[in-house]
């Protein structure tokens, strides 16, 4: 499948999951999650969830993150450039829903994604070579190639991947790893 028919197909599938499959499926990630051996991993960067999309809700692993003393970032959307600008984000953060339904930080510092050691990134839906459908802006694709080239990434998913994404390009960031309900 191509991407555009992949991205309606898993939207479509995220709303007709039930509050309860929804539970069950973080659940497993969570659990799959809080097993990752973090001892060299520091800064980690990661998305705040849109709840209308039905994201993968990121709290419980940002407070797990946060009780085990690594550094949290999370980021700003720039719609215009469609790029990414990263802010450190500890309790103390304030939060404001963009008018995209993006939670971003309004009192962060910068941060320079060269000091990111680990993204948690969201997606639709991946391919078994780890390249992921999101939502077609390229956002996460411009910002892993701002990375330094071992940081390391997981998507988070709700679903199994397919087979292959058929219109993969040069621009597109393959992950090291995906992370769905087993």
Known sequence: ??????RKTYKQKRKELSAI???CCQENIYQQVFK???YKINTIHIFLSIERLLEVNTNPIIDFLLLKNKIIVV???NFSTNTLTHFLFDRKTKLKVSSYGIPEPVN?????????DLVFVPLLISDKKNYRVGYGKGFYDRFLAECKADVRTIGLNFFK???CIEDV???DVPLNEIIYPK
Do not use: C, H, T, Y
């Open 1 to 6: 499948m191509r991407k555009q028919e992949l």
């Open 21 to 23: 499959e929804i539970d």
């Open 36 to 38: 990752i051996d973090f």
């Open 75 to 77: 980021s700003v959307s």
């Open 108 to 116: 962060g510092i910068e941060i320079d994604a060269k000091k990111i």
């Open 161 to 163: 991947p397919v087979n």
């Open 169 to 171: 390009n040069e621009f």
